[in-house]
């Protein structure tokens, strides 16, 4: 284990690894640290990660078939981990939480592999969990704090928004941070016990969501402009990323749709492009025309019979976000323009589908959230 000197090498294991953005947060964050394995079961997840941070760190395997000697063997004194959301979403009507087969493997490394790991002191002293805003309610959430409090651990709960750092995608998740007796966390005072909605010793105070609130004394964030983050015009008609007429005709009223100069984008789920509702905002390119307006004349026309009805909505541009535009709101690269150290390229595998990357991005994390997190962590 690490002897606790800043400039000694903090040994990450990244667990449901994705694409990497836990590991590129570590990466962008204060702390010297470097991911000694990452575990995930998606081969094409995997492949993108081996792409990005090179081969022989990423293992595909079943993380309910690792074993305690395994674990202990890496010297890892950070986990950081990303299970399943599946169990948790409010999207999904069937979610069974602890009784998912999908939340079988974090409950297998929180409640098997934790505990003996800590009998042999070879366990992590640091731990950060990520998932969807749902699983503060979960009875998976009841089990894995009364495990991490019986180990010791002192536990920080979160709910987050890219928004609260600046960045125009409303992308709510929850956070646990977790620190092996006798690290403690600052700024606190007290409060371990709530869900946080900002980052404790920050000089900002809790956000809410300005579209419910009535009235009640809120932080305002400033959220930069969407234009900072969209590709250059290709000046190609009809887009790459058009939104297909027949989609239109049948889907588009349900759309959420923003335009460059938007301060908010909906949460982009895996699902997106092949779902019209809550999967992800639509980008109106035209700023001239009254979104409004020109729906409610296309729905009269469609009414009417009109099967030219479909070509009032085309002056639009409606289109759907690149795969890259989705990267920089997920704080993977960062915004044009920005003034920043950070990576400035992702890399795909050649056959990698379009659809396959909205997925994975889909499935990840926002990087700027849990770099900030694990500044904080370390704290």
């Known amino acids: 284990m690490s002897d606790g000197h800043p400039s000694a090498i903090v040994r990450a ?22 991911i000694v ?14 792409a990005n941070y090179g081969p022989g760190i990423v293992q595909k395997v079943d993380i309910s078939s690792l074993t305690a000697a395994e674990l202990a063997a890496l010297n ?26 999908r939340a079988k493997s974090f409950i ?30 979960s009875s998976t959430r009841v089990r894995l704090l009364a495990t991490l409090h019986d180990l010791r651990y002192s536990t920080l709960e979160l709910l987050l928004t890219p928004l609260q750092f600046g960045i125009p995608n409303s992308r709510l998740r929850y956070y646990l941070l977790a620190k092996s007796n006798p690290l403690t966390f600052a700024g606190v005072d007290g409060q371990e016990d709530r869900v946080w909605r900002h980052i404790p010793s920050q000089p900002v105070g809790d956000w ?17 402009e969407l234009r900072g983050y969209l590709d250059a015009d290709m000046g190609v008609d009809p887009h790459p990323h058009a939104v297909p007429d027949k989609v239109l005709e049948k889907w588009g009223r349900l759309f959420d749709i923003v335009l460059p100069s938007a301060r908010r984008t909906c949460c982009f789920t895996r699902g997106y ?16 025309l009254d979104t409004t307006g020109t729906f409610d004349g296309f729905l009269e026309y469609q009414r009417a019979g009109n099967d030219e009805a479909i070509r009032l909505l085309q002056p639009l541009r409606l289109r759907y976000f690149s795969p890259t535009e989705l990267l920089r709101l997920f704080a993977f690269l960062p915004s044009i ?6 990576d400035t390229e992702f890399t795909w595998p050649e056959d990698i589908s379009t659809k396959t990357k909205y997925k994975l991005i889909g499935n990840s994390v926002n990087v700027r959230v849990v770099t900030e997190l694990v500044n904080y962590l370390f704290a």
């Open 273 to 288: 492009t092949r779902l019209a509702e809550r999967a992800g905002s639509v980008l109106q390119v035209n700023e001239e």
């Open 13 to 34: 294991l990244e667990f449901y690894s994705g694409i990497g953005g836990l590991h590129r947060a570590l990466t962008q964050s204060n702390v010297h640290g470097a």
């Open 37 to 50: 394995r990452a575990f995930d079961w998606d081969q094409a997840a995997s492949r993108v990660y081996s």
């Open 108 to 137: 297998y490394l929180m409640e098997e592999l934790l505990p003996d790991l800590v009998r042999t002191d070879r366990h992590p002293r640091y731990m950060l969990i990520e998932n969807v805003a749902g699983f503060e309610t």
């Open 337 to 342: 323009g920005a003034d920043t150290q950070e």
């Open 76 to 101: 890892a004194e950070l986990w950081l981990l990303s299970p399943s959301c599946q169990p948790y979403t409010v999207l999904n009507p069937l979610a069974k939480g602890a009784e998912d087969p």
């Open 208 to 224: 809410s969501d300005p579209r419910t609130r009535s009235g009640e004394k809120t932080v305002n964030f400033a959220v930069a």
